[in-house]
């Protein structure tokens, strides 16, 4: 069933583009706000206009959304690749390989994380949204390593707040381009969706607080091998910090890296691993952590950039 909405523009948004004010007021992209917009959907004081046209302030807007799509499933299937680090009663923490998700969505049609543990015969909490039960976090699915995922419901509830809370240890290490100065920092910029609504994130004043540090492990003739680790988790958060500071992820097209180089090092992707993950065993209370191996394709990178230098 399709939601209407009526409401008027907020003094904020005088000025925008129309498809840019639905975007930031509706969470869309600005292409499906500019199909609403074409299909009549969108009313400006009563009146149809165009994606270009700039909103007033307190000019009456009335949409007619569309009803949400239905929540994907999760196929089970096993994931050749994706491998158990550690496995008990409460949790199960994968090395998740890439070209997987943590959980189906609407845009992701390929292999899951949580498809493949239901693949092998192991059980999830079904705490959480029916699509991503027992996922307390996620990675890209073309950033590879460390994924814990809840087996009982205490543990769901005892990770989901632990990762609220700021208590679970991330750390990465992520091949970026060129040498970071200074080598060891802190980026501290908040983050949202990018204003061209392309599924991009960028840092946007306003944005969600966002921080991240690195320190410099190695650094070669072309690029710097950096640790890192996260205070928040957003999405895409250490990809846009990254090239916020003009060092995008080896591989990383999507957020400005370089192709040549990214082709130079055998790179398909961003070359950015989840090492190691650590937080208190929701049974026992007790500090646990573990660690995971770079994938073939990034250990490759990492031993060409070396001989480069």
């Given at each position: 069933?399709a939601?209407?909405?009526s409401?008027?523009?907020?003094?904020?948004?005088?000025?925008?583009r129309?498809?840019?004010a639905?975007?930031r007021?509706?969470?869309?992209s600005?292409t499906?706000?500019?199909?609403?917009?074409?299909?009549?959907?969108?009313?400006?004081?009563?009146?149809?206009?165009?994606?270009?046209?700039?909103?007033?302030?307190?000019?009456?807007l009335?949409?007619?959304?569309?009803?949400?799509?239905?929540?994907?499933?999760?196929?089970?299937?096993?994931?050749?690749?994706?491998?158990?680090?550690?496995?008990?009663?409460?949790?199960?923490?994968?090395?998740?390989?890439?070209?997987?998700?943590?959980?189906?969505?609407?845009?992701?049609?390929?292999p899951?994380?949580?498809g493949?543990?239901?693949?092998?015969?192991?059980r999830?909490?079904?705490?959480?949204?029916?699509?991503?039960?027992?996922?307390?976090?996620?990675l890209?699915?073309n950033?590879?390593?460390a994924?814990?995922?809840?087996?009982?419901?205490?543990?769901?509830?005892?990770?989901k707040?632990?990762?609220k809370?700021?208590?679970?240890?991330?750390?990465?290490h992520?091949?970026?381009?060129?040498?970071?100065?200074?080598?060891?920092?802190?980026?501290?910029?908040?983050?949202?969706?990018?204003?061209?609504?392309?599924?991009?994130?960028?840092?946007?004043?306003?944005?969600?607080?966002?921080?991240?540090?690195?320190?410099?492990?190695?650094?070669?003739?072309?690029?710097?091998?950096?640790?890192?680790?996260?205070?928040?988790?957003?999405?895409?958060?250490?990809?846009v910090?990254?090239?916020?500071?003009?060092?995008?992820?080896?591989?990383?097209?999507?957020?400005?890296a370089?192709?040549?180089?990214?082709?130079?090092?055998?790179?398909?992707?961003?070359?950015?691993?989840?090492?190691?993950?650590?937080?208190?065993?929701?049974?026992?209370?007790?500090?646990?952590?573990?660690?995971?191996?770079?994938?073939?394709?990034?250990a490759?990178?990492?031993k060409?950039?070396?001989?480069?230098?």
């Amino acid at each position: 069933m399709a939601d209407r909405r009526s409401l008027p523009v907020p003094d904020g948004l005088e000025g925008e583009r129309l498809d840019a004010a639905l975007s930031r007021l509706f969470g869309l992209s600005r292409t499906r706000a500019a199909e609403l917009i074409a299909s009549g959907d969108v009313l400006v004081d009563g009146a149809p206009a165009a994606k270009s046209d700039r909103v007033q302030g307190g000019a009456w807007l009335d949409v007619t959304l569309p009803p949400p799509p239905a929540a994907p499933t999760a196929v089970p299937e096993p994931i050749p690749g994706m491998t158990i680090v550690y496995e008990d009663d409460d949790i199960v923490v994968v090395n998740k390989p890439v070209g997987v998700a943590a959980h189906p969505t609407t845009g992701w049609t390929g292999p899951t994380v949580i498809g493949g543990l239901l693949g092998t015969g192991r059980r999830v909490a079904t705490s959480g949204a029916a699509e991503r039960q027992g996922i307390v976090h996620r990675l890209d699915a073309n950033t590879t390593g460390a994924m814990v995922v809840a087996k009982s419901e205490h543990a769901y509830s005892h990770l989901k707040r632990a990762f609220k809370e700021r208590t679970v240890e991330k750390r990465y290490h992520a091949l970026v381009q060129g040498h970071p100065d200074p080598s060891r920092g802190t980026v501290d910029a908040p983050i949202d969706r990018h204003p061209f609504g392309d599924g991009r994130f960028a840092v946007v004043a306003g944005g969600k607080p966002s921080v991240t540090h690195y320190d410099t492990i190695e650094a070669f003739r072309a690029a710097s091998l950096l640790d890192i680790k996260l205070e928040t988790g957003r999405t895409h958060q250490i990809r846009v910090h990254m090239s916020a500071l003009r060092h995008p992820c080896v591989g990383d097209m999507l957020y400005g890296a370089d192709p040549t180089l990214a082709a130079r090092l055998g790179v398909s992707r961003q070359w950015l691993h989840a090492v190691s993950l650590g937080f208190e065993h929701p049974a026992t209370g007790e500090w646990v952590s573990f660690t995971t191996d770079y994938p073939a394709d990034l250990a490759h990178a990492l031993k060409v950039v070396g001989g480069e230098s």
